[in-house]
T-cell receptor, first 114, second 113 residues
């Protein structure tokens, strides 16, 4: 069945460094991927998305890379700040049924050290 | 703030009871999805409502049901509560049912004793 997983449960970085959060997916038919940030006590917040016809997309301080060959997704955060501390989820939008059914991974806790 | 509001924010129930959770979608959004997030896990899709009808369902039993109203607000109902139903229930709205950005509310934290 389809699944989305993350390599590391916790990532600690120094303030100002770049962060890289990785994600693997198993459904080769997936065509849309999203990264969400979830702070404690809050709902997931959209960060950036990418469609399967692209391999890279950039936003403000964030970049998503997609490698369809190995079914791998990564989120890069430049100049990590204390406000970036949160749990980060990758999610895949199931293409079979369309709609808004997202399959989430278990998340990576990003901790920014001062 | 996403403009998606959920109520109540926290509640405690006992096994066998029933619960209703409510969600007001962002203005202009006609589609509402519900997700269950257990502690330390990613959210899991329960179902989606579009124009007052269920439009997609995840792997949840029939005792999880929902409604969508003409103003696009929505309810999630869970009957015969079990201990494993303890979780954060998230509502997300979107501009249409065909995919795209979801805007999540802050969730309703349900504890079943």
């Amino acid at each position: 069945g389809e699944s989305v997983g993350l390599h590391l449960p916790t990532l600690s970085v120094q303030e100002g460094d770049n962060s890289i959060i990785n994600c693997a997916y198993s459904n080769s038919a997936s065509d849309y991927f999203i990264w969400y940030k979830q702070e404690s006590g809050k709902g997931p917040q959209f960060i950036i998305d990418i469609r399967s016809n692209m391999d890279k997309r950039q936003g403000q301080r964030v970049t998503v890379l997609l490698n369809k060959t190995v079914k791998h997704l990564s989120l890069q955060i430049a100049a990590t700040q204390p406000g970036d501390s949160a749990v980060y989820f990758c999610a895949e939008n199931g293409s079979a049924g369309g709609g808004n059914k997202l399959t989430f991974g278990t998340g990576t806790q990003l901790k920014v050290e001062l | 703030e996403t403009g998606v509001t959920q109520s109540p924010t926290h509640l405690i129930k006992t096994r066998g009871q029933q619960v209703t959770l409510r969600c007001s979608s962002q203005s202009g959004h006609n589609t509402v999805s519900w997700y269950q997030q257990a502690l330390g896990q990613g959210p899991q899709f329960i179902f989606q409502y579009y124009r007052e009808e269920e439009n997609g369902r995840g792997n949840f039993p029939p005792r999880f049901s929902g409604l969508q109203f003409p103003n696009y607000s929505s309810e999630l109902n869970v009957n015969a509560l079990e201990l494993d139903d303890s979780a954060l229930y998230l509502c997300a709205s979107s501009r249409n049912r065909g995919g795209g950005e979801l805007f999540f509310g802050e969730g309703s934290r349900l504890t079943v004793l």
